[in-house]
């Protein structure tokens, strides 16, 4: 089950947590994200149930408002829907109780330091003087300080040190003092119960900002799909929509569920999931995702996926996690905290004993101190620095089309010195096309890819779907066919219109007799086709043997001749193409600090070497199989300290990108393997948002080092300075706690301006 815990906002608070759910027989495992405020519970429904765990949770001192499970989803059923959102921060109880504290904490300070003839002595405690102000205080701290109490109670109840703890004695020590050494302290207790619960609010509202981006992606998919019933519609909520059902979906409406289109046509925006910038045109049989949004035509769908299923669902779930796969930074900051507290506490007690023998403090003032370094003794600030930053990037990442699948993966992606590439299907297309089409003795373009569709039609090679899907495009005429023949090794054979033909290597025409080194081009009025142009230094001539198709295969690409027993009539070259952005990439890449780019291919030497100097990469590898791979990336890894990524398609190099120090799949959208495989997936089929991830996760890096660095040194150099009477104690309460975690939260939300053209 699912819970979303809001007020957990802190790893104080989820340990609060646990602590409880670790007193719940029957539970399994359970997962704390406060940077998300849900909670993850895997329970014995024989020993326990969904009311327990969610009274250890509230027994813990925190409300749970939203359950997502099958027990609760049976309540659903029975009319018992999920509570009400909570108010938002500036309208919850805390807020108006916040307000009313610190209109009664101002009226006490007008009275201490502005009216002061009208703050008369009114009683007495325990001897000492008890005046207005001082009860207006009392006041303060009474309305403003129930929360801090109610927490601290839960803390010392699950012995806890946390910030409520620290805060709660803080209070009662200021009031403590108050009585016990004749100087009242009642303006500091008021101070720290309005200002703290001040900056909770604050810290609050800072951390609903980073959640709202999460939220942002589960608000993409509508919560109704009109469903087709018969000759008529009905429009249900989306967990009844079944797979198998037509969804039909409007203009302007976002599509419910994944699906393939069973009927229209229409432009549809995927920015959502694969962060393309432009509508992609959707037909009869093509896939379509939840989220995204039909932009034109009217279209219907047939689903297949369920509503907790779809590509969008697992989206948000892999980001939801990846808090789990804590980064090193974040390992290193929990260790850290786990000594900060401890010490701090003791350095206040000293402080407090030793203030006045060392330091020639007053008793007062030296109560004062250490009740300033308890509120400094919290370590949220830097504790959240990392997850936020975490959460913030992931988000960002996810709604331009990139899924990291943990804040590890987004660490070492920005520190990775060397890019490893698959060819087929990640530089290139992974498909193959025409490039050339050279005509020959007489005969036109048009005549070449007509015989050649005629010879191919019938064949199932890559090559020939190629060179019938470039025909096609040509809209040329059909020609008759019969007695179609495969040559093993060499092409294809058939009689075209009664006449036979032949299509295959050069070595098939070298066979049949034919003088490859003395062919003519068919020209126009006297000029050499461009293609012929380019490809011979004798004006109509081709020499196809020593120059013509020796220049095209090192460009990568397969020949194929076409002609009858008697004349050849044109050639054609084939080749997976390299993607446009492909260079790009690399270039980019290079400009942001990557040292070292190479492709990895089990493709021949030959082509490896002109697809890598097309795209720019620094090294090749050729005719390697699957296990060569991964030696090679063993090798980058071996030399690369700060390590390697692996970009391919998730499938077929997989081992080679678990490898890695971080594997990125192309085109992981609606592919579970894909999604599975991958460290980082790049939702489109898009290779330019690889600069893109680069530049995020070295900005992530960055935004996390700052964080850190500055929590510490803001809480060192308050902690330092308290001894010797600098720092006022709503200064630590504004600046050391609240302000240091708005902070942190603020800076991490930069990640989110990070443009997905990498500009």
């Known amino acids: 089950m699912r819970l ?109 330091f502005v009216a002061t003839g009208m703050n008369a002595q009114f009683a007495s405690a325990l001897g000492e003087p008890l005046f207005v102000a001082d009860a207006l205080f009392l006041v303060a701290v009474a309305v403003g300080g129930q929360e801090i109490a109610r927490n601290g109670y839960y803390s010392a109840k699950s012995l806890n040190l946390d910030i409520d703890f620290l805060m709660t004695v803080a ?61 008529s519609t009905e429009t249900v909520p989306v967990d009844a929509v079944a797979v198998g059902d037509i969804v039909v979906v409007r203009p302007g409406e976002k599509i419910p569920m994944d699906g393939e289109v069973v009927d229209g046509d229409s432009a549809v925006n995927q920015s959502p999931i694969t962060g ?19 932009e034109q035509g009217y279209l219907e769908v047939e689903v297949t996926s369920a509503a907790g299923d779809n590509t969008l669902s697992r989206i948000v779930e892999m980001i939801e996690d990846a808090q789990s796969n804590k980064t090193e930074r974040e390992q290193f900051v929990e260790r850290f905290a786990a000594y900060y507290t401890p010490a701090v506490v003791v350095f206040a007690i000293l402080v407090t004993v030793g203030g006045p023998f060392v330091l020639g403090t007053t008793w007062p ?21 990392t997850p936020v930053s975490v959460v913030s990037g992931v988000t960002s990442a996810a709604k331009n089309g990139v899924l990291i699948k943990g804040g590890n993966h987004l660490e070492s992606m920005g520190s990775v010195d060397a890019v490893a590439f698959d060819k087929t299907g990640t530089l290139t297309k992974g498909e193959l096309s025409v490039t050339d089409v050279v005509p020959l003795n007489g005969n036109t373009e048009d005549d070449v890819l007509r ?28 020609r008759e066919v019969e007695a179609f023949e495969s040559i093993t090794g060499k092409g294809v054979r058939a009689d075209l219109d009664g006449t036979p033909h032949y299509a295959g290597k050069p070595g098939l025409f070298d066979d049949l007799g034919f003088d490859l080194s003395h062919v003519h081009a068919t020209t126009d009025g006297g000029v050499v086709t461009q293609t012929s142009q380019q490809l011979c230094e004798r004006a109509g001539c081709l020499d196809l043997l020593s120059e013509t198709v020796p220049k095209l295969q090192s460009e990568g690409k397969t020949v194929v001749l076409v002609g009858t027993e008697d004349e050849l009539e044109g050639l054609i070259a084939v080749a997976d193409e390299v993607r446009p952005e492909a260079k790009r990439t690399v270039e980019r890449l290079k400009e942001r600090g990557v040292e070292r780019t190479v492709m990895l291919t089990g493709d021949n030497e030959r082509t ?31 030399e690369f300290e700060d390590g390697v990524a ?59 080092r700052q964080n850190i660095g500055a929590s510490l040194l803001v809480k060192a150099g308050l902690a330092l300075a308290v001894p010797f009477g600098y720092v006022p104690i709503w200064l630590a309460v504004l600046a050391g706690d609240a302000g240091m975690t708005v902070g942190v939260t603020g800076n991490a939300m930069r990640l989110s301006r990070v443009q997905a053209d990498g500009e």
């Open 365 to 385: 003032d030296a109560v004062v101190n250490g009740l300033t370094l308890l509120v400094l003794a919290c370590p949220c600030a830097f504790v959240i620095s």
């Open 608 to 638: 490896a070497s002109a697809i890598a100097a097309e795209v720019g990469v620094d090294e090749h590898r050729a005719e390697l199989l699957p296990d060569e791979k991964v030696e090679e990336v063993e090798d980058l890894v071996d």
């Open 276 to 294: 393309e910038s432009i509508p992609v045109d959707k037909t009869t049989g093509d896939e379509v995702y939840a989220g995204t949004i039909n």
């Open 451 to 478: 015989c050649a569709r005629g010879l191919e039609t019938r064949s199932e090679h890559p090559i020939g779907e190629a060179i019938v899907g470039r025909a096609d495009a040509a809209d040329v005429a059909d």
């Open 4 to 112: 979303s815990v809001p007020d957990m906002d802190c790893a104080s608070c989820a340990g609060k947590v646990e602590s409880g759910l670790d007193g719940v027989d029957g539970i399994d495992t359970y997962e704390t994200q406060p940077t998300t405020g849900r909670v993850v519970v895997t329970y014995n429904a024989e020993q326990t149930n969904e009311s327990s765990v969610i009274g250890a949770i509230e027994g813990a001192g925190y409300d749970v408002t939203d359950t997502e499970s099958d027990e609760s989803s049976e309540r659903d059923e029975n009319g018992n829907g999920h509570d009400e959102p909570a108010a938002g921060v500036w309208r919850s109880s805390r807020a108006i109780k916040t307000a009313i504290s610190a209109v009664f904490l101002a009226l006490g300070l007008g009275l201490e």
């Open 171 to 231: 209070i009662g020590g200021a009031l403590a003092a108050s009585l016990a050494f004749g100087e009242a302290l009642y303006f500091e207790a008021a101070t720290l119960a309005t200002l703290f619960s001040f900056a909770e609010l604050l810290e609050r509202a800072s951390m609903d900002r980073a959640r709202d981006s999460l939220q942002e992606l589960m608000d993409l998919s509508p919560n109704e799909a009109t469903v087709k019933r018969g000759e």
């Open 646 to 704: 692996m970009v391919g398609d998730g499938i077929n190099d997989a081992p080679a990108m678990a490898t890695a120090t971080v594997g990125v799949a192309m085109g992981a959208a609606g592919t579970d393997t894909a999604l599975e495989t991958a460290d980082i997936a790049l939702m489109g089929d898009d290779l330019s948002k690889l600069p893109y991830l680069y530049a995020l996760a070295g900005d992530a890096n960055s935004v996390i």
